[in-house]
T-cell receptor
Framework: DGGITQSPKYLFRKEGQNVTLSCEQN?????MYWYRQDPGQGLRLIYY???????QKGDIAEGYSVSREKKESFPLTVTSAQKNPTAFYLC????????????????FGAGTRLSVL | EDKVVQSPLSLVVHEGDTVTLNCSYE??????LLWYKQEKKAPTFLFML????IEKKSGRLSSILDKKELFSILNITATQTGDSAVYLC???????????FGQGTILTVHP
């Protein structure tokens, strides 16, 4: 059953703590993305990766870090430097960054809701 | 800066009604416009539009793109309670496949 798996579904962060959100895909997609969703603001891009061992900052990368050691996995760490981490985090993947003629369909996981204690 | 604006932000209708959701955009190097449905958590892909005037249809849902006026509409006919969701519009406008999302339209369909 192909898809994108995010875990955990719910996560609580204490002050000064780093937390890591997991994202795994078995779609054999090269490109992976992390988005943050806040009420009334749509999705905003945090980081994206085109290939293993390579990733780029999106629009709101400050306070976040990622790694891409395996094609299937793209974990996101929310560091203590992120002062407003409460949000819904979505991971997505696509065949590659360019798609067919630059037309890129992204597929999403079920998300992780992060709250601050 | 790329920008996508959806309207209305929320909409409440009764079963059987027809709804039209709007998406306007300002994007450099437009490549595609996508519609997603988000019911609880994962946005699910509905349509991708790349050319003006060609209507995409899937059952009761249809969408069309106007590249001259820079907007798209998503129509849902004979709405059902299962259509209740957030509908997201996203535009791909740069060379690396980044999607810029609108705020979403919250659709609520009452029995």
């Amino acid at each position: 059953d192909g898809g994108i798996t995010q875990s955990p579904k719910y996560l609580f962060r204490k002050e000064g703590q780093n937390v890591t959100l997991s994202c795994e895909q078995n779609l054999n997609h090269d490109a992976m993305y992390w988005y943050r969703q806040d009420p009334g603001q749509g999705l905003r891009l945090i980081y994206y990766s085109q290939i293993v061992n390579d990733f780029q900052k999106g629009d709101i990368a400050e306070g976040y870090s990622v790694s891409r050691e395996k094609k299937e996995s793209f974990p996101l760490t929310v560091t203590s430097a992120q002062k407003n981490p409460t949000a819904f985090y979505l991971c997505a993947s696509s065949i590659d960054l360019l798609g067919t003629g630059g037309r890129n369909i992204q597929y999403f996981g079920a998300g992780t809701r992060l709250s601050v204690l | 800066e790329d920008k996508v604006v959806q309207s209305p932000l929320s909409l409440v209708v009764h079963e059987g009604d027809t709804v039209t959701l709007n998406c306007s955009y300002e994007v450099t190097n437009f490549r595609s416009l996508l519609w997603y449905k988000q019911e609880k958590k994962a946005p699910t892909f509905l349509f991708m539009l790349t050319s003006s005037g060609i209507e995409k249809k899937s059952g009761r849902l249809s969408s069309i793109l106007d590249k001259k006026e820079l907007f798209s509409i998503l129509n849902i006919t004979a709405t059902q309670t299962g259509d209740s969701a957030v509908y997201l519009c996203a535009v791909g406008g740069t060379s690396y496949g980044k999607l810029t999302f609108g705020q979403g339209t919250i659709l609520t369909v009452h029995p």
